[in-house]
């Protein structure tokens, strides 16, 4: 008689975690054979002298452990990014710490810092990570609308929440999903918001290159009283077109650093060599992430004309690789359903809004990714058009 093996139970850490919205969409794309303009990933190659760049350091014989901050090379090169760019000068050797992508980066960040009981503060729509981050450190999400349809934050809301228990809040610049950017302003705001606090800033920046109009990306480090508390967060994944790579980085004041690398010894150590040293020569050339607005905004104008022709209703997109858009005009179904409509029947994969949002919250919007060459994007104006 055969004998089943016993099963044994293990209570979930994260109960409210299943199959995310974009495994579903990704996998009702390939099977109807529907344009994938839901994941945000480009269907593009990166430039090919950054592969070479990893090559040569695998030939080099760089394949060894380099070291838990990151390569000095590279750290110190980052630095000369933000300095160049933001107006302050990070310490490579303390304040710079390379990282196995953004989302490790953010989950270290609030690992360090959030004890169990602890308040974060999240502005919905938000990245999927940002939640069982938190969940998973034993901290209480607070989460908090921007306003609805311009996703602008609003500070009266956050002021209202801010409790002796609130120890840090996340903020994303330019944002995903809604495409929105930060003004200086707003982020002088929150800088004087803050300011009576010990309130951390955990600023996802992954889209710091992608910025559109002419409007420069304020980030937190060019904020004298953000900076001072914040985890600035950036993807060199989003920013050259690797995502896949996994590499992205974290900036912060020497004693915040100092909490993060104790965290990220254990959970990650570092980060693969060759290609720390591959962007680390790359990057001495800025031109690539200088150029990166135009690219995307060409990108992003291509894409909005085409909209124009449909029936769906573009918003102004600021920054990112996203068009979100409303479809009112096209159909009445809630956003999950519009979009598995859309991509069974029309042929092309979007994201509802509301998948963003604890618990749902309907607008009757979709969220659509650009990062694609201009025949995938044609491709999917052309079917959208039939709508």
Known sequence: MTTLPRSI???????KVGTTIFTVMSALATEHKAVNLGQGFPDFDCDPSLVDEVSQAMRAGMNQYPPMPGALALRETVSAKIASLYGRIYDPGAEITITAGATQAILTAVLCCVHPGDEVIVLEPCYDSYIPN???A??????????????RPDFALISGAITAQTRAIIVNSPHNPSATVWTREEMLQLERLLAPTDILLIADEVYEHMVFDAVPHVSAASIPGLAERAFVVSSFGKTYHVTGWKVGYV???????????KVHQFNVFTVNTPVQLALAAYMANPEPYLGLPAFYQRKRDLFLEGLRQTRLRPLHTAGTYFQCVEYGAVSDLPEAEFCQWL???I????????????GGFEQGIARLCFAKKDETLQLALQRLQAL
């Open 343 to 345: 991509t069974k029947e």
């Open 9 to 15: 139970p293990l209570q979930t850490r994260l109960p």
């Open 347 to 358: 042929g092309v994969a979007a994201i509802p809004l509301s998948a963003f949002y604890e």
């Open 134 to 136: 938190i969940e998973l």
């Open 138 to 151: 034993g901290g209480k999400v607070v989460r908090l609308p921007l306003t609805p349809r311009t996703f």
């Open 251 to 261: 900036a912060a004041p020497k004693a915040l650093s100092a909490e993060f690398r």
